[in-house]
């Protein structure tokens, strides 16, 4: 949790108090205006690409120390509830709109949800993936409502 936390700081102090940061939310919401107003779009991805392989390298270390040794398939399916965390935060999945904060709120909402379908004890863990897409999707329609103002396109 203390890795999390820290990990998560750092993160929303790069992303909005540096012009890396500004840069990201610029190529998410629009690679070519980006380019045109001279954002390196190149680089700033390339040193995003490198986070994200180094996070998920401390994230297999952390799994590792938990489970005493290492598995390939330790974290199979969890790229789901990675989705889900983001899309439950609001973070558009278009790119350009999102925050650190906003999915952090996400992932806890996510956990809650999880841990009270865990708790009902009766629900198979197939049916389990399946809410959890159900919620998926339920976010991504509303966000899409929202970001055509509810209108048929």
């Known amino acids: 949790m203390v890795v999390f936390i820290v990990v998560a700081l750092i993160a929303a102090m790069i992303s909005t108090r ?3 940061g500004r840069s990201t939310y610029a ?13 390196r779009v190149e680089r ?9 392989g180094v996070l998920s390298a401390l994230a297999g270390v952390i799994l590792c120390s938990r489970l005493g040794a290492g598995q390939p ?26 925050g650190i904060g906003k999915t ?8 809650f949800i999880k841990n009270i379908i865990n708790l009902q004890g009766n629900v ?5 993936n399946i809410i959890m897409g159900l919620i998926i999707l339920a976010v ?4 899409n409502r929202g970001k055509t103002g509810g209108e048929r396109s």
């Not at 700033?44 to 994200?52: E, G, L």
């Not at 973070?91 to 999102?98: C, F, K, P, W």
């Not at 952090?104 to 956990?111: D, E, N, R, W």
């Not at 991504?140 to 966000?143: A, D, F, K, S």
Request: glycine share 20%; with cysteine.
């Open 124 to 128: 198979n863990s197939y049916w389990q």
């Open 27 to 39: 190529i998410g919401g629009n690679e070519n205006a980006s380019r045109m107003m001279g954002i």
């Open 44 to 52: 700033s991805k390339a040193i995003s690409f490198t986070a994200s």
């Open 73 to 98: 398939l330790g974290g199979q399916g969890w790229e789901m509830d990675a989705i889900a965390g983001v899309a439950i935060g609001g973070t558009l999945l278009s790119g350009g709109v999102g």
């Open 104 to 111: 952090v709120c996400g992932v806890l909402i996510m956990g």
């Open 18 to 20: 540096t012009a890396y």
């Open 140 to 143: 991504i329609v509303i966000q």
